[in-house]
């Protein structure tokens, strides 16, 4: 059974850092795509950051320059380094795993992250 664990939420000011984490329970050596998606009350979950088998990434427009997607095929774990931070991106953030193009994806079951003075 595929899980996937979201780590490094919280609370931070404007302007602050965090780091996110999402532990895989099975191997990312080959997998397909890996994302992070925030979602804010009242609203549809958005694709944030991606990361692909080739290593390529894509960024939201509105995240670009701030936050980079990385993955450590070692620990099977994906990172978000979240970096100047605004009150806009409070929302709770998922991982989403691929493993093969046209199968099933898989969420975790998010970490909240509150930016705020």
């Known amino acids: 059974q595929v899980q996937l664990v979201e780590s490094g939420g919280g609370l931070v000011q404007p302007g602050g850092s965090l780091r996110l984490s999402c532990a895989a329970s099975?191997?990312?050596?080959?997998?397909?795509?890996m994302g992070w998606y925030r979602q804010v009350p009242g609203k549809q979950r958005e694709l944030v950051a991606a990361i692909f088998w080739s290593g390529s990434t894509n960024y939201a427009d509105s995240v670009k320059g701030r936050f980079t997607i990385s993955r450590d095929n070692a620990k099977n774990t994906m990172y978000l380094q979240m970096n100047s931070l605004k009150p806009e991106d409070t929302a709770v953030y998922y991982c989403n795993a691929l493993w093969v193009s046209g199968s099933r994806d898989y969420w975790g079951q998010g970490t909240q992250v509150t930016v705020s003075s």
């Open positions: 099975v191997s990312i050596f080959n997998i397909n795509r």
